[in-house]
């Protein structure tokens, strides 16, 4: 098999302008990521003061698991739960 010199690539002008207004757009919407994230940060807290920060100890699982209707039922660890009904 032969080989071949790598190919040189060139870069022009408007490949280098295209590439730094790509960079500044991605950048612009990190920061506005960035942001909203902030803020969203910032109401969280602001909704556990409100809510009544008593002190009631719930940790963040707990409130959301609340606020979506998820209620986690633990199983028992007894041999029954834990090998189902064997029959011999």
Do not use: C, W
């Not at 190919?7 to 960035?34: A, C, G, N, Y």
């Not at 002190?55 to 606020?67: A, L, P, S, V, Y």
Request: glycine share 10%.
């Amino acid at each position: 098999m032969l080989r071949r010199k790598p190919t040189r690539l060139e870069l022009k002008l408007d490949d280098t302008e295209e590439f730094e207004s790509v960079k500044k757009e991605l950048e612009i919407r990190k920061k506005q990521r960035d942001e909203v994230d902030v803020v969203g940060v910032a109401t969280f807290s602001n909704m556990v003061g409100a809510s009544g920060g008593t002190g009631d100890g719930k940790t963040r699982g707990q409130m959301i698991n609340e606020r979506i209707g998820y209620k986690p039922h633990p199983k028992p660890n007894t041999l029954p739960s834990l090998f189902g009904n064997l029959q011999f």
